[in-house]
């Protein structure tokens, strides 16, 4: 018996709230206009999946990267904001937990526990499809903790509609097939054959909502994303592999 350590349990409860604005009336903007998919095949306005698998326990130093696929299914252009919108900002501080997300053809990005959102997309053309990722990094210098205790957060997904912008409309929308797992580190460039932003990020932080003041936003998708992560901090998985020797 190795003497396993009680220690720390953190619960993260995520779900996706996609949402699109623009500079027009609310009434005006279909809740069909951003669409978001597991698999880049099947798409819809909400997922009913987790984020990260539920059942995952980690330990310190453990990082963790999910995928999904975000389409700009409005007449217009767009860009992608991402914000994590914490329920509880000193405990998602204290647990060491650590969110970044990062578009196709886009540089990483990190998502601050006070709600501001960063813009991970340049240019989205209508029609056009990005795939998105989202690592998780448990800090590795997390200490011991006897008691449980549960963070609660949400991730925001805005695709804000670039009106007029001098740009001709794509052909027609092209999704492309998945390009790697949904557990695997993402490629330094876009492999995905899909229409993606043009460009890379600039600095496009917003603080709160992460919504232009001037925008009329229509939540689409509020739907169970999932239970999240389970973090426990326990001897590494090599213990696992004990087992199998």
Not at 42 to 62: E, I, K, N
Not at 130 to 152: C, K, P, Y
Request: charged share 20%; proline share 9%; aromatic share 4%.
């Amino acid at each position: 018996m190795s003497g396993h350590k009680p220690g720390w349990w953190l619960s993260l409860g995520a779900m996706i709230i996609v949402a699109v604005s623009a500079l027009t009336p609310a009434s005006a903007v279909s809740q069909d206009e951003v669409q978001v998919s597991s698999d880049a095949r099947h798409w819809q306005s909400d997922l009913d999946r987790p984020l990260f698998d539920p059942d995952a326990r980690w330990v310190p130093g453990d990082v963790e990267t999910t995928t999904l696929w975000i389409r700009n299914a409005a007449t217009t252009a767009g860009t992608l904001r991402v914000a994590v919108d914490p329920l509880d900002h000193d405990q998602f501080l204290r647990h060491g937990l650590h969110l970044r997300a990062r578009a196709s053809g886009s540089d990483w990005v990190t998502l601050a526990p006070d709600g501001s959102a960063r813009r991970i997309t340049g240019r989205l053309p209508a029609g056009a499809t990005t795939q998105l990722w989202i690592t998780a990094s448990f800090d590795a210098a997390a200490g011991n903790v006897s008691q449980e205790r549960r963070a609660d957060l949400r991730l925001r997904v805005t695709l804000s509609q670039l009106i007029d912008d001098g740009h001709p409309p794509p052909a027609g929308p092209t999704t492309g097939p998945p390009t790697q797992p949904p557990t695997a580190a993402p490629p330094t460039g876009d492999h995905s054959g899909a229409p993606t932003a043009s460009a890379a990020p600039g600095p496009g932080d917003l603080a709160g909502t992460g919504l232009d003041a001037r925008a009329a936003v229509v939540l689409i998708g509020a739907a169970a994303v999932g239970a999240g992560v389970a973090l426990l901090q326990r001897p590494r998985r090599r213990s696992r592999e004990h087992h199998d020797d």
